[in-house]
Nanobody, 119 residues
Framework: VQLQASGGGLVQPGGSLRLSCAAS????????MAWYRQAPGKQRELVAR???????SYGDSVKDRFTVSRDNAKNTVYLQMNRLNPEDTAAYYC??????????????WGQGTQVTVSS
């Protein structure tokens, strides 16, 4: 099983980006999916999380600016980021709770995609 993240890049303050993360491999089902981020010298923090039932939760610093969604048919989680500011600059990592059988589940992480907000 692999998670492949994409969509990062350089954007000006006030701009938008959309991150995607697709899971592939021997997947029975996927539970919660999430995005975390880590800036240089800081701890990894939760950005947004979405359950299999599409219940969402967000970190305080991104509420009302970011939206997490998922396409279960594509095993993909998205993060729409609006009104970006320099404090959002970080490596963004996707996470998924993936069941490979009815009785076996494991946490998986993507490789990270860099988001840089700068003029």
């Amino acid at each position: 099983v692999q998670l492949q993240a994409s969509g990062g890049g350089l954007v000006q303050p006030g701009g938008s980006l959309r991150l995607s993360c697709a899971a592939s491999g021997s997947i029975f089902s996927i539970g919660a999916m999430a995005w975390y981020r880590q800036a240089p010298g800081k701890q990894r923090e939760l950005v947004a999380r979405i359950t299999s039932g599409r219940t969402t939760s967000y970190g305080d610093s991104v509420k009302d600016r970011f939206t997490v969604s998922r396409d279960n048919a594509k095993n993909t989680v998205y993060l729409q980021m609006n009104r970006l500011n320099p404090e959002d600059t970080a490596a963004y990592y996707c996470y998924a709770d993936i069941w490979t059988s009815r009785t076996r589940a494991k946490d998986y992480w993507g490789q990270g995609t860099q988001v840089t907000v700068s003029s």
